[in-house]
């Protein structure tokens, strides 16, 4: 019972800090409901709770949180000032800068899942839930850090504290993201309980199958043709989700302003190489809209802003050195996949030398289909395992 109380303290400990006036800052932030923020914060306060309790479960991640905390500062001194976070465009964009490294940190490659799981369970738009994400995670390292001083300084302190959380804590996940998580059934956290008994309604008879049949088969027919359509994405319905994203404003070093969607590729790029704390490397992002013409190396005319903004990017950090990484799905030959994505690699490449950027600071390999990051047993799979990486191996 002891082991509850901490976690629900913990947990009512970050809410606490979410005053109305912080919560307006946030809601003005994102141009979103105030009920819809609520519920997003709602999710995500036990996300990022439940991400680092699986963190601290293990020797290397307790300890490596104990760096993230000390390297960060995240001591709690800020809880008494939280607003001043968010008092101004530019506070706000190195809150957000600050949150996006940790979250990488805790989520990897599933952050984009996590954020899609934590905006259909709120109804907010996938840049909005990246924004609350970010802007919540260092408030939730503060009451973490600050709970911390009171009991302990030791990495084995936060692996009892944090996994203390687990039973509170399961219960209030968005739906999927304990599974995202790993937890499952035969894990610490506790299988959601099944869904109230219903009593069985005696079946009516049976209509004759034979007269049936031949409608089912049809009614599949259709569902499946209704299903490809969907899974087949034109280019105007991507624009539309374009058009959706909430535009920055970018101010980079040396007067030069982009606009890029917020959470993007460019945008999380550009705010970790402004950052002052977060400056590890080597540091690797996936492109979110770099696409190819079908077996080619040809840019899709969407594709081209990205590489755009890139180009300013790389021109206003000069000290910036990257690698970018073409990966493919297993579809087709492995080694002519390996060398497609090179050759993407490459002309990704080729277009930023030929906007300014010095040969020298950029390298590139292709792994073709290794090292996926989904399953390449469904289309979804094989779609985020056809990606471009970029690393930054010097800032």
């Known amino acids: 019972m002891a082991s509850t109380n901490v976690a629900i303290d913990l ?4 809410k606490s800090y979410l005053s109305p006036d912080l919560v307006s800052k946030l809601v003005a932030y994102v141009g979103e409901s105030p ?36 390297g960060g500062k995240y001591d709690g001194s800020a809880l008494d000032n939280l607003g001043s976070l968010f008092s101004s465009a530019g506070a706000t964009q190195n809150a957000i800068s600050s949150g996006m490294g940790i979250l990488d940190s805790l989520f990897g490659s599933k952050l984009s899942s996590v954020t899609d799981l934590v905006g259909r369970f709120a109804g907010l738009r996938a840049s909005s839930t990246s924004s609350l994400l970010a802007m919540a995670a260092p408030i939730v390292m503060n009451v973490l850090g600050k709970r911390r001083a009171s009991v302990g300084q030791s990495p084995s302190t936060l692996t009892a504290l944090l996994g203390d959380q687990r039973n509170a804590l399961a219960g209030l996940l968005p739906a999927g993201i304990g599974s995202l998580l790993g937890w499952s059934a035969g894990s610490d956290a506790p299988v959601a309980p099944r869904e ?9 008879r049976a209509p004759d199958r034979s007269r049936v049949l031949p409608f089912l088969i049809l009614g599949l027919l259709v569902l499946a043709a209704l299903a490809w359509l969907w899974g087949r994405e034109s280019p105007s319905v991507r624009e539309a989700g374009k058009a959706a994203m909430r535009m920055a404003d970018v101010q980079l070093p040396g007067g030069v302003k982009i606009s890029v969607p917020e959470g993007s590729f460019n945008y999380s790029l550009y ?13 690797r992002f996936v492109f979110d809209n770099l696409n190819f013409e079908t077996g080619s190396t040809q840019l899709t005319p969407e594709s081209v802003p990205t590489v755009e903004s890139l180009i300013a990017i790389m021109k206003a950090y000069p000290a910036t050195v990257i690698a970018l990484e073409g990966y493919t799905d297993n579809t087709g030959d492995a080694a002519a996949n390996t060398k497609l994505s090179l050759d993407r690699a490459n002309a990704v490449k080729a277009i930023m030398v030929k906007g300014g950027v010095a040969d020298g600071r950029i390298s590139t390999n292709g792994y073709g289909p290794e090292k996926p990051i989904a399953s390449n047993d469904t289309e979804e799979g094989r779609a985020k395992n056809r990606r471009t990486e970029l690393v930054v191996q010097k800032r």
């Open 271 to 283: 705010q970790w190489l402004a950052s002052t704390t977060d400056t590890a490397v080597p540091r």
């Open 11 to 14: 947990l009512d400990q970050v």
């Open 196 to 204: 109230a008994y219903r009593p069985e309604v005696p079946p009516k």
């Open 35 to 70: 009920a819809a923020v609520q519920k997003g914060l709602g999710g995500i306060i036990p996300t990022l709770l439940a991400a680092l309790s699986n963190q601290a479960s293990t020797p290397s991640g307790a300890q490596e949180l104990t760096r993230a905390l000390d």
